[in-house]
């Protein structure tokens, strides 16, 4: 089992930066990548970003491309997203979420991860 923990959640104005982390802990050795998703009120749970735990590959959804940027510590096993240019529309809540192995519809579909975090609050006032 992995556990994660996310931190760093909160308010800021449009244009503003936000930086969250993710902390994980438990059999980190089974990690292949870990992932950003995000839940906005009545919508869909939306893909964010990824990278990979060993070479450090990132996807990112089109949405958030040049603007949001995922980072990785190995040794601490914790990985970051930083939110620059942040707009209302990325008020959501963000889950932390790590994939043991690639299924289908990678890296934005849900079902590739398996083990996420409690989400925390993002939330970009106009």
């Known amino acids: 089992q992995v556990q994660l923990g996310e931190s760093g959640g909160g308010l800021v104005q449009a244009g503003g930066s936000l930086r969250l982390s993710c902390a994980a802990s438990?059999?980190?050795?089974?990690?292949?990548?870990m992932g950003w998703f995000r839940r906005a009120p009545g919508k869909e749970r939306e893909f964010v970003g990824t990278?990979?735990?060993?070479?450090?590959?990132?996807y990112y959804a089109d949405s958030v491309e040049g603007r949001f940027t995922i980072s990785r510590d190995n040794a601490k096993n914790t990985v970051a997203l930083l939110m620059n240019s942040l707009k209302p529309e990325d008020t959501a809540v963000y889950y932390c979420?790590?994939?043991?192995?690639?299924?289908?519809?990678?890296?934005?579909?849900?079902?590739?991860?398996?083990?996420w975090g409690q989400g925390t609050q993002v939330t970009v006032s106009s």
């Open positions: 979420a790590a994939a043991r192995l690639v299924r289908g519809s990678w890296p934005q579909g849900a079902g590739n991860y398996d083990y």
């Open positions: 990278i990979t735990w060993s070479g450090g590959r990132t």
């Open positions: 438990g059999r980190t050795f089974n990690i292949y990548a």
